[in-house]
């Protein structure tokens, strides 16, 4: 979920080549939460900065209803990435992925695979250029 349409649509298309994946696209966390179900989803990629709900609001809430869904961060912002993920890294520490804007294509796919494949989804830092 990311507020910018051109963004969403871009991961949505990226991912959803050679059907390897199947995305529901959303750019408003409300509208997005109204929509998720506990045990449908193996992964959220959720945008850090965004009106009305950050992206640790958002994730609060996902957590009140799916406690095992994967989730990975993204952000544009050094600056906002680093300040966001001190705050939050000893809490979610084993669940969460934090992953810097642009991101290539190809890294994108590989990120998303590694990331489904992790049983353990462990806090891992991934930065990709």
Do not use: W
Not at 90 to 100: R, V
Not at 103 to 118: F, G, Q, R, Y
């Amino acid at each position: 979920m990311d507020d910018e349409p051109d963004i969403s649509s871009l991961f949505k298309m990226v991912l959803e080549q050679n059907n390897e994946f199947t995305v529901h696209s959303f750019t408003h966390p409300l509208l997005a939460l109204r929509n998720f179900k506990d045990n449908f989803y193996d992964l959220l990629i959720i945008d850090i900065k965004m009106p009305e709900m950050d992206g640790l609001d958002f994730y609060r809430e996902v957590r009140k209803i799916d406690k095992k869904v994967k989730l990975c961060f993204i952000t544009a912002s050094e600056k906002y990435y680093e300040q966001f993920r001190k705050e939050i890294y000893d809490k979610l520490l084993g669940e969460s992925y934090f992953i810097q804007k642009p991101i290539a294509n190809e890294d994108l796919l590989k990120l998303v695979n590694t990331m489904i494949k992790d049983k353990d989804n462990d806090a891992t830092n991934i930065k990709m250029k």
